[in-house]
Each structure stands twice: as structure tokens, then as C-alpha cells.
């Protein structure tokens, strides 16, 4: 017990050492806490004393510099303002005003995009100065416009005179996609909105390209390499083959016709370019409606190359070996080319003028060669040859026909068309008056105790000439119509061969008059009296002539017909030959039926006493 209490006591004092010592060191940090403290309120007395000194010397300085600052905040406040005013003058600049380099542009620059560009620009200020107008700043936008249109003029005075220039210096081949082109273009169009200066831009170029066409087109007709294209030789060198020249020149005319055209419509026909670059566009709709004529332009340009061209035309014309199949060669290629250059130059050009007097000519030319052959046709009318084939003349009057067709069928305008449908019944008629001249020789020959020619000879070498000029025909389309009117010739002439053939054949046998004098007794009706009581219809004369009419044909056989063997075509000798048959069948029957009418007065019985000799049996004999 007692050392437990000792172990208690014992704890205790080391507690309470323990104890003091704590105590001991928190009071030595304590007195360097205080001591460290003491430092600090030194120094912040120190501080404030100084934050005093310096506030006292800043409310000094205060009112010392108190102007200052208001003369600072004075000037800033002047130069906030300056820079609106700044900002204000620059936006007017900016509107009214071209800048130095966009003046240059206007007054020395290469025409192209920024040309134009400072061209929009000058429209533009234009255009915003007649809203000043409306302000109490009207003075100074009268100022504006005035220096503005002064601009303006002056640089459309220049691009007037850049146009003339290079429409002089333009090729042949310069055409869509050539930038200079493509410049004129826009040109033009901003020239739209000076009309008296685009009318009369309009009119130099085409004064230009009037020279240059015109030099391009000697140099064509002279100079080696002139040829359609650009290529070969010159184009009067093949003035010895007259079709090959006139179709060169209308070639090369057609050709430069067309690439200046297009030209002149690019710069002044409706919608002819739009200005390139930003501001290009501004004025182009306002002069859009001034439009000029291209045709007229045109016309302008080719007028040099008319008289030329005529006289050229004039001299192949007048030269020898002109004949009918080359004129119309000529005259086809003239109207071809006619109609074509008449849509893009007008009715009056100076061109198509000429063109339509060489056209005349060559048509005269033509109209002059087809009345020779035809002349010469029929100069050389005579009877028939024995073989009843068409004469030399009518052989080489139709080769020579058919080699006109055969132009007309190669024609570029239709071998239909109303030009060379007018010439084919010229060609035609001819021959008819050929024929009939044969004939009326053939007469005369007989007339005057010469041999003659046979029966029928007539009608059969009009119905060969005409067959051989049907022949002739057929291949071609531009005698479509005469072809039928030729066979309708034709046919009409078998039909007088056959109506001839049995005429002589009823005169054979005596039934000619007979049968004359039935036909007048039928068409008056029985107004004329009874038949069998005239003296040549008595029943044993009209039965007789009858009988040997049967007995004719029946003891000659085939020789009875003719064979019309001289008759061109085995169709149409059957036609002839089928005819003529019909024809005598008929006369027969017509007298067969008068004696067979009772009302003829022949009595009842001539039909047992002519069973032999009825219709039907002589059709059979046929």
C-alpha cells in the first residue's frame, strides 16, 4: 500500500514538472509574441504617419494640377470628335468622290476591268449626288455632278475612240472568247448610256471594218492563200471554171457575212456583253433600250466588196462557153446565197443589190440558152425519119434537157422551188411544136409527090419523141409535174394512132361514109327519117360492107391490124394495138346494131340472115 502511494506521488511530480515546463515555454512565446507585436505597431504607426505625409502631399499636388486635368479631359473629349468628323469625311469620300487611283484608271489605265470598274464608280457618285439635292447640300451636289459628268465624258470620249481602234486591228478568226472581243462587248454596252456617242461609235466601227473587209477580200480575190478558208490559191486564178469562181466568192462573202454579223451583234444588238468586274453593271440597264441596227451596219461593212463582186459575176456572164446547164448553176448559186445574205443585211444592201442584178443576168443568160435550144429545135423540123425514131436533134435537145433537170435536182434550193419550177415548162413546150412541124413537113412532102411517110407515121414519131423524153424524165424530181403532163401527151398520141388506124381500116371496107351517116341518123333521134330508106343505108349496100368488113378480117388474119412496130416500148405498142381493136370492134358493133334496130326499118329478119356476122363472132375474129 505504501508503495503504491509512493508510485502515486511520484506520478504526480513528474505531472506537475511536465506541467510547469508547458507553462514555462508558452510564457517565452508568449514575451516574443509581445515583443514581435510591439515591432508591428511601431512599424504601422510608422506606416500611417507616412500614408499621412503622402495624402497631405496629394492634396497638395490636387490643387496644384486641378486645370490640368480639366484641360485633359477637355482635349479628349475635341479629339473623340475630330475622329467622327474623320469618319464622316472618309463615308463622304468614299460616296462623292473618285480615288487618285481610280482617276488614273479613268484617264491613262488599259481599258479592261478596272477601267470599268472606276467607270461604275463615277455612275455611282453621279447617282448618289442627286440625293444631296434633296438636302440643303444642294450646292455642293451640283458641284459634284458637274465634276462627275466631266469624268464621264471624258472617259467615254476615250472608250469611243478604243473601240474604233482595236475593231480596226480585229482578225478574221476573232470571234467568242477573245478577251479583246469580250472588252468591246463591255465597251459598247457601257456605251449604251451615250446614245449620240454609241450611233456614232456604231457607225466608225462599221467605216473600220468596211476597209478592213474590204482589203481581206481583193487580198481573197488576188493573193495567194485567199481562198475560202485561207487556204489554196487565189480566186481569180479559177476564173477559167466559172461555177468554181462565182461559188468561191459567194462562199468567201457568206463566211465574212457571218463572223461580222456576229461580231456587229456582240457589240450592238440587244444584249450584246455585259461589263466585267464590281460595279460594272450599275448604268448598263439604263441604256439598254438603245439598240441599232446590225443590218444596216452590215451592209455598211460589205458595201465595198459589191462592185467587185458584180463585175466578177458580169465578166463570167458575158464569157464564152456559157451554156443553159452552167447559167443555172450560176443563177441557183446567186439566189441560194441571195436569200441568205438578204435576212442578215436587208432588202436594200448594196450587196444584195448586186447580187440580184447578177442573178437577173444570169437568168436572162439562162432564159436566152434554153430559147436557142429551143429555136434550134425546131429549126430542125422535117419529116419524120423512115425509122420513126426521134431525130438527132430531138436526141440531143433531150440529153441536154435532162442534164438542166439534173442541175435543178442538185439545186441548194429544192428542185421544187418556185424559182426552178418556172423554168421547166420552157424546156418543155418545144418539143411539141417540133412534132407538129414534122408533121405538117411530112404533109407537105406528100403534097408535093414526094414518098411520104407511112399511115400513122405522124402520130407514131410524136408518140416516140414524146416516150423518149418521158424516159428522159422519170429520174428527176423538178419534172414531177410535167412528167404527167408529158404522159398524158403521149397517151393522147397512141390514142390518135389508133383512132387513125381505124379509120383507115373502116375506110378499107368501105364503111366509112356508112358509118358516118349511121352516127348522124343516131344523134338526131329518128328526127332525120328512117335509115333503110336512104339510098347508101340500104339494107344490101350497108349488109354487104358488112359482110366483106368480117370476110376482110377474116381471110387477112393478123395482117389485118397493124403492128405498130415502129413504136417505141412493147407496152405501148400492145396499148396502141388494144385500141385499135376496140376501135374497129366498135365500128363494127355500130352498124351490126343499125341493122339490127327495128326502128331502122330493115325488117325482122336481118338478125337470123347476119347470125354469122353478130358482134360476138367478130370479136372473135379479133
Known amino acids: ?125 453621279h447617282a448618289n449626288c442627286r440625293q444631296l439635292l434633296r438636302t440643303h447640300h444642294h450646292r455642293a451636289g451640283l458641284e459634284l455632278m458637274e465634276g462627275m459628268a466631266r469624268h464621264q465624258e471624258e472617259a467615254y470620249e476615250r472608250l469611243c475612240r478604243w473601240v474604233q481602234v482595236e475593231c480596226r486591228g480585229l482578225g478574221p478568226d476573232s470571234g467568242a472568247g477573245d478577251p479583246v472581243v469580250e472588252t468591246l462587248q463591255a465597251a459598247c454596252a457601257a456605251l449604251r448610256e451615250r446614245p449620240v456617242l454609241y450611233r456614232y461609235c456604231a457607225e466608225e466601227v462599221a467605216a473600220a471594218r468596211h476597209n478592213v473587209l ?119 448559186a446567186l439566189w441560194f446565197y441571195l436569200g441568205v445574205l438578204r435576212s442578215s443585211m436587208g432588202e436594200r444592201a448594196t450587196l444584195v443589190t448586186s447580187m440580184e442584178a447578177g442573178h437577173k443576168m444570169a437568168k436572162g443568160v439562162l432564159h436566152e440558152q434554153v430559147e ?54 420552157l424546156l418543155l413546150q418545144p418539143l411539141k411544136e417540133h412534132c407538129a412541124q414534122c408533121a405538117a413537113a411530112a404533109r407537105s412532102d406528100a403534097e408535093s409527090g414526094g414518098a411520104g411517110v407511112p399511115d400513122g407515121a405522124e402520130q407514131m414519131y410524136t408518140a416516140n419523141c414524146l416516150l423518149g423524153l418521158k424516159e428522159a424524165l422519170q429520174p428527176f424530181r423538178a419534172a414531177a409535174e410535167e412528167l404527167m403532163v408529158v404522159e398524158a401527151d403521149a397517151d393522147g398520141s397512141l390514142e390518135q394512132l389508133a383512132a387513125g388506124a381505124v379509120a383507115r ?56 391490124l397493124p403492128g405498130f412496130k415502129q413504136l417505141r416500148g412493147e407496152k405501148e405498142r400492145g396499148t396502141a394495138l388494144r385500141r385499135t381493136k376496140a376501135g374497129v370492134l366498135q365500128a363494127y358493133g355500130e352498124v351490126f346494131d343499125a341493122l339490127c334496130d327495128p326502128q331502122n326499118g330493115y325488117g325482122a329478119a336481118v338478125a337470123a340472115d347476119l347470125h354469122k356476122y353478130s358482134r360476138d363472132s367478130f370479136k372473135r375474129l379479133l
Open 1 to 125: 500500500g505504501e508503495r503504491g502511494g509512493e508510485r502515486g506521488r511520484e506520478l504526480r511530480e513528474v505531472a506537475d514538472r511536465e506541467r510547469l515546463g508547458a507553462h514555462e515555454a508558452f510564457l517565452e512565446e508568449s514575451s516574443r509574441v509581445q515583443d514581435a507585436l510591439g515591432a508591428l505597431d511601431a512599424e504601422i504607426a510608422a506606416v500611417a504617419a507616412c500614408c499621412d505625409g503622402v495624402a497631405g502631399a496629394l492634396a497638395a499636388a490636387r490643387a496644384q494640377n486641378g486645370g490640368l486635368l480639366a484641360e485633359a479631359g477637355r482635349l479628349q473629349g475635341e479629339i473623340q470628335a475630330a475622329e467622327q468628323r474623320r469618319g464622316l469625311v472618309g463615308r463622304f469620300l468614299e460616296e462623292y468622290q473618285l480615288s487618285p487611283q481610280e482617276l488614273g484608271e479613268l484617264r491613262e489605265g488599259e481599258v479592261g476591268a478596272a477601267f470599268f470598274r472606276a467607270l461604275g464608280r463615277v455612275r455611282g457618285i
Open 214 to 332: 474590204f482589203k481581206r477580200f481583193l487580198a481573197a480575190l488576188t493573193a495567194p492563200g485567199g481562198g475560202p478558208g485561207g487556204s489554196g490559191e487565189a480566186i481569180d486564178k479559177h476564173a477559167q471554171d466559172p461555177r468554181r469562181y462565182v461559188g468561191d466568192m459567194l462562199t468567201w462573202l457568206h463566211g465574212a457575212a457571218a463572223s461580222e454579223g456576229e461580231l456587229l451583234k456582240s457589240l450592238f444588238g440587244t444584249g450584246g456583253g455585259e461589263e466585267p468586274g464590281p460595279g460594272a453593271g450599275a448604268g448598263a440597264g439604263a441604256g439598254g433600250g438603245e439598240q441599232t441596227d446590225t443590218r444596216a451596219l452590215l451592209d455598211k461593212i460589205f458595201e465595198g466588196t459589191a462592185r467587185p463582186f458584180q463585175v466578177r459575176v458580169e465578166q463570167v456572164l458575158t464569157g464564152p462557153g456559157i451554156g443553159a446547164v452552167l447559167a443555172f448553176q450560176l443563177m441557183d
Open 372 to 425: 436557142a435550144l429551143s429555136r434550134k429545135l425546131v429549126r430542125a423540123a422535117a419529116a419524120p425519119p423512115a425509122s420513126l425514131l426521134p431525130s438527132q436533134g430531138v436526141v440531143e435537145w433531150t440529153e441536154r434537157t435532162a442534164a438542166l433537170l439534173a442541175a435543178m435536182d442538185e439545186s441548194p434550193c429544192g428542185a421544187d422551188s418556185p424559182e426552178n419550177r418556172s423554168i421547166v415548162p
Open 505 to 560: 381500116l373502116v375506110a378499107t371496107c368501105g364503111l366509112e361514109e356508112r358509118l358516118a351517116r349511121i352516127r348522124v341518123y343516131r344523134s338526131e333521134g329518128g328526127g332525120g327519117g328512117v335509115m333503110a330508106n336512104d339510098d347508101a343505108l340500104r339494107y344490101e349496100a350497108l349488109s354487104g360492107a358488112l359482110r366483106a368488113m368480117f370476110g376482110y378480117f377474116q381471110s387477112a388474119g393478123s395482117e389485118a
